[in-house]
């Protein structure tokens, strides 16, 4: 047991900030996702006297494969209010993507923070799958061992106290949930190492099933409400990681 309180402790220092920011993103992506090519015709109307073209391998919105057949691409700055950008794939002509400034930085905050999205990183598939499989399989190995432990000490009587208890509270609402989240994002990068991982991930990750599933209102309110209780549950995790970090040091 001390050997897991060791354990758990260290890795909530370790991956406590990267709980809460998965958390917090996880609430913005809910609400705008990552933008998704869209073969389309130029919109009808659109004023091209303000804007301005380049030709680009690929950006933070069209680094995915799905653009590959594209490649390379032109970027339409169109210079308007929204400073909309519209990209045009070389092979067809057609418009494959959209994207408005408000969606682009919006999904700074979410998509690209959750899935360490970073353009510079996800161009190279192999090395941002293996990071993300990576953190996917140590952060579950640890939210694991925070739940033995929580149940372990939730049937001694231990007494838990200012922070600690809130800690604890927050850790046994949150639990299956979060083991369930961060477990669903190391199914999701398995590339065919467990069947129906793809199927799996996507019912787990978003709470894509009865009765939530046909209750879109409710379904997007239990998420909301689950990632502030988890967010919760990792800033105080930080807090007590922190002094548990400055103590030691002092």
């Known amino acids: ?53 380049e030709e680009i391998g690929y950006d933070q919105w069209t680094v995915t494969g799905d653009f590959d057949p594209d490649r390379p691409l032109k970027r339409i700055a169109l210079g308007d209010a929204a400073g909309t950008e519209v990209y045009v794939s070389s092979a067809s002509g057609r ?36 990071l993300m499989w990576s953190l996917s399989l140590l952060a579950t190995i640890g939210v694991a061992i925070g739940v033995f432990l929580g149940l372990v000490r939730l049937g001694s009587g231990v007494a838990y106290r200012g922070l600690q208890r809130w800690h604890h509270i927050f850790g046994q609402i949150v639990a299956p949930f979060l083991f369930a989240w961060i477990f669903s994002g190391f199914l999701s990068m398995n590339d ?45 995790g930080v807090v007590l990681a922190w002094r548990r970090v400055t103590n030691r040091s002092a």
Do not use: K
Request: proline share 6%; glycine share 6%; charged share 10%.
């Open 1 to 53: 047991m001390r050997i897991l309180t060791t354990l758990h402790r260290w890795w909530g220092v370790a991956f406590c900030l990267l709980f809460a920011m998965w958390f917090a993103s996880g609430i913005v992506m809910h609400f705008v996702p990552y933008p998704a090519r869209h073969e389309q015709p130029l919109p009808s109307g659109v004023d091209l006297s303000r804007a301005t073209t």
């Open 192 to 236: 065919g190492l467990f069947a129906h991982g793809d199927e799996l991930f996507r019912a787990m990750h978003t709470l894509d099933f009865p009765p939530l599933a046909s209750h879109p209102w409710l379904r997007t309110s239990a998420i909301v409400a689950l990632c502030f209780c988890g967010l919760a549950f990792s800033l105080t």
């Open 95 to 130: 418009v494959v993507l959209v994207t408005t400034r408000n969606e682009r930085l919006l999904n700074y905050a979410g998509s690209v923070a959750h899935w360490l999205y970073p353009a510079a990183l996800r161009h190279h598939a192999n090395a941002w799958s293996w």
